[in-house]
């Protein structure tokens, strides 16, 4: 018996049809959609604002291991207020700094601060970040995210 591709290929698209039917069907086409986008905006956009708000996101979670903190969404829209695509002057630098270290949990303190000013002054933008986080993940590695931030990044 010889394998057939194009079975195994109309097997796996109803597979996966199926798996998209239910409750966490929405969710995974949002995650998709939402990850496709942020893609083509870090193409026009390399410092995508989008893209900066996930990365704060899972530093001050390590991930979505702790809950996002109450009021993430007005600090971060307060940011992007005063300084918009001006992340990288020294003042947008201290103050986001200064936001992760006031948003994240006492435990990764250090680390969530450490990693947003690696992330600020080691990458000339986020579309960079991003294109070396992916070829690092390629080789099983990861930089300033650990594995399950990267993989929920990228």
């Known amino acids: 018996m010889e394998f057939d591709v194009y079975k195994f290929s109309i097997k796996f698209r109803e597979s996966m049809d199926w798996m998209l039917k239910d409750k966490f069907g929405k969710e995974i086409k949002r995650d998709i959609s939402s990850f496709v986008s942020r893609r083509r905006k870090l193409d026009t956009e390399p410092d995508c604002l989008d893209a900066l708000r996930l990365l ?38 201290n103050e986001m700094a200064t936001l992760v270290d006031r948003l994240s949990p006492p435990l990764i303190h250090n680390r969530a601060k450490d990693s947003i000013q690696k992330l600020l002054t080691d990458y000339s933008s986020l579309k960079q970040f991003t294109e070396q ?17 990267r993989d929920n990044y990228l």
Not at 62 to 76: D, L, V
Not at 133 to 149: F, H, M, R, S
Request: with cysteine; net charge positive.
């Open 56 to 93: 704060i996101e899972l530093l001050v979670t390590n991930a979505w291991y702790y809950k996002k903190p109450a009021g993430f969404n007005s600090h971060m829209d307060s940011f992007v207020a005063r300084h918009g695509q001006n992340i990288r002057t020294v003042e947008a630098r």
């Open 133 to 149: 986080l992916y070829a690092l993940a390629l080789q099983g590695k990861c930089d300033v995210l650990g594995e399950k931030g």
